[in-house]
């Protein structure tokens, strides 16, 4: 077998991917803490601000881990004839990986958390069926990070269309078309419904973000790609990373914006947006483009894939924890102690991410692993059970 073939992208577990995307949780940790403690301003809170692109590397991964079944498909790589991911199985693993976790923290934080502030009906409809970014004044306290799953799922619930699309294109345009849409959505900022009324921001939307998804997806068209100059350069990891800090610096710069929570304008907002694609690509590259019997002793050691396993449940749960730490240190928002709130931040959100797996995300998947055992003939859907339990948010 030549190493074309052996592309790290074939395993349909890729063990420094979880430890990437544990690192993603701790980086939007990090940004709301530094903004709910007073580091918005300066230098400093311009760089912690800045480490919202971890929403970057959220997507770039799904849209590598999601994508690579369709790219393999493209070029006759699934076995006996498997031409892509089923869709039924695929809506299925989402709904099951997505919702039950999210459904429990939504009624919690909303019915308990003070700064949800005794929500609406139109709060709880929108909250529940994560379409908040789409209806006005519906991101509520201890749930504002939603936003961004709502795009994902918005993602998710695109790509079958996409991948249906992509099919009919040769091999060799789906790089060059999945770049161009890119790009393209670096332009939503210019786009006159990009700028709504009171209590909605469609710079938020998911047209807004596809060059972020497209990061993972040029990789996962790579992946099963013949050795090329995508590869030799994610090989060069120093490389990788420069190109990561650089981009991180620039989106952290008044070429992307003000600081705080003040409106950018368009070109700036474009810069952002680009600069979290080359950020999100960089630090993802190395991890699946590299060849396969590289290892990755930080990543993907056992702690880092433990916590990769529990990175949804300490995304859905730490604004939660974060305004659980203030009355513990007899503290208030806003008046500092950013490393103290940070540390106990992380050590009551990954408890409770660790309680979110094991009583409600591990006991869902396995539920719908039976249900389809038991529905489909033996050997039915083995081409796709493993890239399903590859993938997560």
Known sequence: MTESQQVGGTRSFLPAVEGMRACAAMGVVVTHVAFQTGHSSGVDGRLFGR???AVAVFFALSGFLLWRGHAAAARGLGPNGFRGPRTGHYLRSRVVRIMPAYLVA???????????DHPSPTVWLANLTLTQIYVPLTLTGGLTQMWSLSVEVTFYLALPILALLARRLPVRARVPAIAALGVLSWAWGWEPFAHAGPGINPLNWPP???SWFAAGMLLAEWV??????PHRLARRRVLMAVIAVAAFLVA?????????????????????TAMGAVVAFALVAPLVLDRVDTGHRLLGSTVMVTLGRWSYGLFIWH?????????????????????TVLAMTLVFGWAIAAVSYALVESPAREALRRWEKREKPAGAGQAVDAE?????P
């Open 208 to 210: 807004a973000f596809f």
């Open 388 to 392: 399903a339990d590859a993938i997560a």
């Open 252 to 272: 952290a710069s008044p070429l992307a914006g003000p600081e705080g929570l003040i409106p950018a304008t368009a070109t700036q907002f474009a810069v952002k």
């Open 106 to 116: 939504v009624v919690v934080i909303l019915s308990l958390l003070p700064e949800a």
């Open 51 to 53: 480490f919202d692109l």
């Open 319 to 339: 604004l939660a924890a974060l305004a659980m730490v203030f009355p513990v240190l007899g503290t208030f928002a806003f008046t500092g102690r950013m490393p």
């Open 224 to 229: 099963h790609s013949r050795v090329g100059l």
